[in-house]
């Protein structure tokens, strides 16, 4: 069974760094790309950043552009996405997603998602 | 950047055919996909590439795709149908190619 599991989210300053890990099992994790999409409270679905199987294509979206870094660890079945110099803006629930077939970008399994919340 | 548009709420009785449309420029040239998500849930994938449906996904799900719009359309709706629903592109022309529409929530009268 397919599974990914998100951790690392919580409450951080404006200005501060949060680490998030997925967790993956149940498939050939390095054999697929991974995103990240989030929700802000009672908004819409955003796509944050994409990762290839390999790590050799990595996009990101322009809210996050120059503040996010996503990576993988294939030896580890983990997806990261390092934030730093957080606003208030990026509050949102996290969420790991699945690329269901190469070059086709259709997210078919997602995690439960792990909540992010920049305050002070 | 590359939008999708979506109306926000659709309202529809038990029993009937429920559309939801997703509008973007010449979207009919990219492969649109579904999601499901329901009050505190994650989202569920209902349609895959225009028309496709994941195994699991019930055949009243269906979509369509052409010109500037997306259709998804679920057929004899029942009450557990009761969700937000959001449609998705990938834009490989941009350096930023996820895109997600606005989002629908459905309401099951």
């Known amino acids: 069974e397919v599974q990914l599991v998100e951790s690392g989210g919580g409450l951080v300053q404006p200005g501060g760094s949060l680490r998030l890990s997925c967790a993956a099992s149940g498939f050939t994790f390095s054999s697929y790309s991974m995103n990240w999409v989030r929700q802000a409270p009672g908004k819409g679905l955003e796509w944050v950043s994409y990762?290839?199987?390999?790590?050799?294509?990595?996009y990101y979206a322009d809210s996050v552009k120059g503040r996010f870094t996503i990576s993988r660890d294939n030896a580890k079945n983990s997806l990261y996405l390092q934030m730093n110099s957080l606003r208030a803006e990026d509050t949102a629930v996290y969420y790991c997603?699945?690329?269901?077939?190469?070059?086709?970008?259709?997210?078919?399994?997602w995690g439960q998602g792990t909540l992010v919340t920049v305050s002070s | 950047s590359y939008v999708l548009t979506q109306p926000p709420s659709v309202s529809v009785a038990p029993g009937q055919t429920a559309r939801i449309t997703c509008g973007g420029n010449?979207?009919?040239?990219?492969?649109v996909h579904w999601y499901q998500q329901k009050p505190g849930q994650a989202p569920v994938l209902v349609v895959y590439d225009d028309s496709d449906r994941p195994s699991g996904i019930p055949e009243r799900f269906s979509g369509s795709n052409s010109g500037n719009t997306a259709t998804l359309t679920i057929s004899r709706v029942e009450a557990g149908d009761e969700a937000d629903y959001y449609c998705?592109?990938?834009?490989?022309?941009?350096?930023?190619?996820?895109?997600f529409g606005t989002g629908t929530k459905v309401t099951v009268l």
């Open positions: 010449n979207i009919g040239s990219k492969s």
């Open positions: 990762i290839s199987s390999s790590s050799s294509t990595i």
């Open positions: 998705q592109v990938w834009d490989s022309s941009s350096d930023h190619p996820g895109v």
């Open positions: 997603a699945r690329v269901g077939y190469e070059h086709r970008y259709y997210f078919d399994y």
